[in-house]
């Protein structure tokens, strides 16, 4: 049944990856939210971790952007209950899929539902955005995009305040593995001038044969396709670069060229996983901006040209190893 449920996951990846696991393994969920007037903005990431001694433990994650604050709440590893074959996950009282979350936190409670969806494409030999990464069974840590950009409806109470989310805008994604890479960008806006438009793009540091590479993952969804900029789909990256005031990457494959310029803003703490255990530290933005523009080389004209709102953006660990400038 175990394998079973571990060969379901891996064409699935919103679905829990960490059957028979019981040491140095995490998995979590990433909910972004904000709702209409884009007053408020919150990520939710529930999950379990497990360290290399057999400890473990569920948790919610909360943090509010604008406020500049985050909630750790931890549960026992039993209230962890994931359901085989497809995304459902309950977390004691709190209940996490693709289409809602409900919550039932000290601060928080409500319920959230997420219509209109954008998956990352899935395939037999290209399993969600980790493509043929998805069958390396040694990655330090594997990623999955669930939703680009989707529709939000209904209400949270956080700290006694109704907030209504409807007519909002969400983005979904997870992570699981072992650690967060050693160095990393990561940046997320599905707020631009247009409704339709959203903008996923990472860099990092992936362990690999006793050595290492610089990864990296971009796609721009644009109206109604998706453009994709990955290391496996012979894209290259031209530059990646940060300092404490803007984060650069440029890639570039057969037929566009995507230039990116993230601007900081205040971030946040939150924890983050070291071998299985949530013991690390990383620091994310939820009101930074990113400007994009997107160049279409075979008919020689600018597709995008745009600043993306509320962008959630990390700048994590040794990050001069993720420098290129080509």
């Known amino acids: 049944m175990i394998l079973k449920n571990k060969l379901n996951a891996l064409f699935h990846s919103e679905q829990y990856h960490g059957w028979g696991k019981t040491r140095k393994y995490f998995e979590g969920w990433y909910y972004k939210v904000v709702n209409a007037d884009e007053s408020k903005a919150f990520a939710f990431i529930p999950g379990i971790a497990m360290d290399n001694h057999g400890q473990k433990q569920a948790f919610v994650q909360m943090l509010d952007g604008k406020k500049f604050t985050a909630e750790y709440h931890t549960f026992d590893a039993n209230d962890f209950k ?14 996490f899929s693709n289409s809602k979350i409900s919550l039932h936190l000290p601060s928080i409670k409500g319920e959230l539902s997420f219509q209109n969806q954008v998956p990352w494409p899935s395939s037999w030999y290209s399993p969600g955005i980790m493509g043929p990464f998805s069958f390396v069974p040694f990655m330090q840590c594997y990623h999955g995009v669930l939703s680009m950009d989707h529709t939000i409806l209904g209400d949270l109470e956080i700290d006694g305040e ?82 404490e005031k803007k984060v650069e990457i440029v890639m570039e494959n057969r037929n566009f060229l995507l230039e990116i310029m993230a601007h900081r803003d205040t971030a946040t703490t939150l924890a983050s996983p070291i071998q299985g255990f949530m013991d690390g530290r ?31 953006l990390e700048v994590a660990g040794k990050i001069e190893e993720i420098f290129v400038d080509n």
């Open 82 to 95: 994931p359901v085989a074959g497809k995304f459902e996950v309950e977390i004691a009282d709190n209940f």
């Open 162 to 243: 109704t907030i209504n989310f409807s007519g909002g805008r969400g983005y979904m994604e997870k992570d699981w593995g072992r650690s967060f890479p050693s160095g990393y960008f990561w940046m997320q806006t599905n707020h631009f001038s247009e409704k339709g438009i959203s903008l996923k793009a990472s860099v990092a540091k992936i362990p690999w044969l006793g050595s290492s590479f610089v990864g990296f993952i971009g796609g721009l969804w644009l109206y109604d396709r998706l453009i994709e900029f990955t290391t496996y789909n012979f894209t290259k990256l031209k530059k990646s670069y940060a300092n």
């Open 282 to 312: 990383i620091e994310e933005s939820m009101t930074s901006t990113i400007d994009v523009r997107l160049f279409d080389k075979r008919n020689k004209k600018v597709l995008l040209e745009d600043t993306g709102r509320n962008a959630g």
